[in-house]
């Protein structure tokens, strides 16, 4: 039992998983096809599951349970068709969100949260969609950094 009961008050106490990623440039994203936003900015990643380098789009499971994630980002200003989002988990599609038109309002925003199950190794993608026409950029908004990716471990 205090094995048990050490583990998992250690666990609860020095920080249970959590990341919190952004990007620090645009990515382009084309026109009518479904594309992985990269994160190239980590603000936090307790356990270890990104990389700003390789798959930068991916966040792998160190840790099984369910996580709480939220994916948001902002697309430069452009009025004609939909923006569409939503979370991949090994490449299958796990939730989506239609948003609606597109906006000629600068730094129009999509976001989609959700509770997902994974178990370790499993990767989480979060994934936008847009039919403008042509490639439209995510851009990132400084100061305030409204691309983001985050993940938080509630439960096993």
Known sequence: MNTDL???LNFLLSGKPIAILG??????IPNNAGTSVGWD????DRDGGHSTSTNNSRYT???AGWYRVQG?????SNATGIRDCGFLVNNAIQSQSFTGVGSSVANHGIQNDGLILLSVNDYVEFSVYQNSGAALNVSPTSPDQRNRF?????SS
């Open 150 to 154: 985050i993940l938080e471990w509630v």
């Open 61 to 63: 499971a160190q840790t």
């Open 6 to 8: 050490r583990d998992g």
């Open 72 to 76: 948001s980002v902002q697309w430069a």
């Open 23 to 28: 990007r620090n440039s645009s990515q382009s």
């Open 41 to 44: 900015l980590e603000t936090v």
